[in-house]
């Protein structure tokens, strides 16, 4: 009996470094890629800091690899303050600020998996259930 459950815990460890080899190789190649959230602020120094760290939160807790940018559409609150504190802290590389427009953007990733998202003035975080489908 004892040897049955060496065998079942063997082939379990056996299925999980497989599967997490077969990750690092894809990883290495290039094929995960993951998705890009495009935010679009205006406005939304009270909001833009749950969005960020309620997406960050939730790819770990999935196990899936995003990137956040986010165009900013002449805010005259500390939004993009906020966006910067962000990214140029430990969640530097997945979050940036775009330089260019929206439409700039999209031309130039046409092939990458993006959910575009504008953060509604003054509201409570209800659009975020929908990013995740």
């Known amino acids: 009996m004892i040897w049955g459950l060496f065998a079942i815990f063997g082939a379990y460890g056996l299925a999980a470094a497989i599967l997490h080899a077969a990750y690092a190789i894809k990883q290495r190649r290039g094929g995960v890629t993951g998705t890009t959230f495009l935010l679009i602020t205006r406005n939304n120094e009270l909001q833009v800091e749950w969005y960020l760290r309620s997406l960050l939160f939730v790819s770990r807790l999935r196990g899936r690899k995003i ?55 003054g509201g409570n975080g209800e659009g975020l259930a929908v990013l995740w489908g």
């Open 67 to 121: 990137h956040i940018a986010v165009s900013d559409e002449g805010s005259e609150d500390d939004t993009l303050a906020i966006v910067r504190r962000l990214a140029a802290g430990k969640e530097a590389g997945v979050i940036r600020i775009l330089d260019s427009s929206v439409e700039a953007y999209l031309a130039d990733h046409p092939n990458d998996p993006i959910v575009i998202h504008r953060i509604p003035h």
